[in-house]
T-cell receptor, first 112, second 112 residues
Framework: SQKIEQNSEALNIQEGKTATLTCNYT??????LQWYRQDPGRGPVFLLL?????KEKRKERLKVTFDTTLKQSLFHITASQPADSATYLC???????????FGSGTRLQVQP | DTEVTQTPKHLVMGMTNKKSLKCEQH?????MYWYKQKAKKPPELMFV???????INESVPSRFSPECPNSSLLNLHLHALQPEDSALYLC???????????FGPGTRLTVL
């Protein structure tokens, strides 16, 4: 069966450090993978999309990598700030249905 | 305008009530979605509309009835809900041919 797993339910780091979140998937052949941020009681907000032929994508302090051999994406936040505290969700498109399926999410807490 | 709006923000209803959730976007997106999200879980897809036609129904109970009156509006009609239907209901939209979704803030539904 298809699965999207985000390895850590919660991640606590110190302000200024780099946060690294992991997304692993099975039985998907995604053309691309997306990352979203969700704050409590709010809808997810799109952050980054990385295509299968892209190894790495950056946006300001965010960096995403995509390894289709390992079936894994890593999401990095450098120089983390308390304002980065949120739940981060990876998402894939089920090409048969053209609909997003989300991973379980990682709740990031950045301590000042 | 890159916003998806949802009303109401909060809704409390009894099991015999009929109510509706509303969603609106003015980004010209032709795909619109309803998701249900329980606490500490990722959003789960309920319905997808493409060009105002229902394209995906994720085996949602008939007490949830979606409607897409035009390309900007999406409704979710609720009738005879159960307490376990209490959740955050999220609306999203996207351009057809891309899968980046823009989410509204959600409606927090409580069924008594």
């Amino acid at each position: 069966s298809q699965k999207i797993e985000q390895n850590s339910e919660a991640l606590n780091i110190q302000e200024g450090k780099t946060a690294t979140l992991t997304c692993n998937y099975t039985n998907y052949s995604p053309a691309y993978l997306q990352w979203y941020r969700q704050d409590p009681g709010r809808g997810p907000v799109f952050l980054l999309l990385i295509r299968e032929n892209e190894k790495e994508k950056r946006k300001e302090r965010l960096k995403v990598t995509f390894d289709t051999t390992l079936k894994q994406s890593l999401f990095h936040i450098t120089a983390s700030q308390p304002a980065d505290s949120a739940t981060y969700l990876c998402a894939l498109v089920d090409t048969g249905r053209r609909a997003l399926t989300f991973g379980s999410g990682t709740r990031l807490q950045v301590q000042p | 305008d890159t916003e998806v709006t949802q009303t109401p923000k909060h809704l409390v209803m009894g099991m015999t009530n009929k109510k509706s959730l509303k969603c609106e976007q003015h980004m010209g997106h032709r795909a619109m979605y309803w998701y249900k999200q329980k606490a500490k879980k990722p959003p789960e897809l309920m319905f997808v509309y493409s060009y105002e036609k229902l394209s995906i129904n994720e085996s949602v109970p008939s007490r949830f009835s979606p409607e897409c009156p035009n390309s900007s509006l999406l409704n979710l009609h609720l009738h005879a809900l159960q307490p376990e239907d209490s959740a955050l209901y999220l609306c999203a939209s996207s351009q057809l041919g891309t899968d980046t979704q823009y989410f509204g803030p959600g409606t927090r539904l409580t069924v008594l």
